[in-house]
T-cell receptor
Framework: GENVEQHPSTLSVQEGDSAVIKCTYS??????FPWYKQELGKRPQLIID?????GEKKDQRIAVTLNKTAKHFSLHITETQPEDSAVYFC???????????FGAGTILRVKS | GAGVSQSPSNKVTEKGKDVELRCDPI?????LYWYRQRLGQGLEFLIY????????KSGLPSDRFSAERTGESVSTLTIQRTQQEDSAVYLC???????????FGQGTRLTVV
């Protein structure tokens, strides 16, 4: 089955700097890769996702890149702000009835 | 409803008692997941339902845990003979086909005393 590894487990950055979180997956058939943000005491919410037919997707200050050959994908947050502090989870899924598999999560702290 | 709804929001139970947690997915969503999240930890997969297929129960930690789903509607997670290590937030999520965005409920915070 699919296995998703996520690094780093914790990340501290200065406000305004960039943050990068990386994930690798094991199943080459996986084709959907979402990223979730979970603020303290709240439910995880989707912030960006990418499908295997594209290599990069951007939404304002966040972007995701996908390297299918290497089976890894990354979340990039530019110009970090204190409100970006949260736990971020990556995930991967293959189509047709298979479950979404999450990474272990990254605690991002943005210091002001 | 507009989103995934879970009940109760909080549950305090005595060790050894059984509990039932409920999840109402978004209407029309065929995929439904249950996860457990201990304090400060990640999302621990418990069980996955997809349409009328047999559920993927590979994440259930012991035979004290079970879950049911009627068709593409409500799901119930049952924990029998609760133990203190069962204390956690139990999150439910649903998605339209399983390989699209999953929407999470607000969770049920279970405390076993």
């Amino acid at each position: 089955g699919e296995n998703v590894e996520q690094h780093p487990s914790t990340l501290s950055v200065q406000e305004g700097d960039s943050a990068v979180i990386k994930c690798t997956y094991s199943d080459s058939a996986s084709n959907y890769f979402p990223w979730y943000k979970q603020e303290l005491g709240k439910r995880p919410q989707l912030i960006i996702d990418i499908r295997s037919n594209v290599g990069e997707k951007k939404d304002q200050r966040i972007a995701v890149t996908l390297n299918k050959t290497a089976k890894h994908f990354s979340l990039h947050i530019t110009e970090t702000q204190p409100e970006d502090s949260a736990v971020y989870f990556c995930a991967a899924i293959r189509p047709y009835g298979n479950k979404l598999v999450f990474g272990a999560g990254t605690i991002l702290r943005v210091k002001s | 409803g507009a989103g995934v709804s879970q009940s109760p929001s909080n549950k305090v139970t005595e060790k050894g008692k059984d509990v039932e947690l409920r999840c109402d997915p978004i209407s029309g969503h065929t995929a439904l997941y249950w996860y457990r999240q201990r304090l400060g930890q990640g999302l621990e997969f418990l069980i996955y339902f997809q349409g009328n297929s047999a559920p993927d129960k590979s994440g259930l930690p012991s035979d004290r845990f079970s879950a049911e789903r009627t068709g593409e509607s409500v799901s119930t997670l049952t924990i029998q003979r609760t133990q203190q290590e069962d204390s956690a937030v139990y999150l439910c999520a649903s998605s339209s086909q399983g390989w699209t965005e999953a929407f999470f409920g607000q969770g049920t915070r279970l405390t076993v005393v």
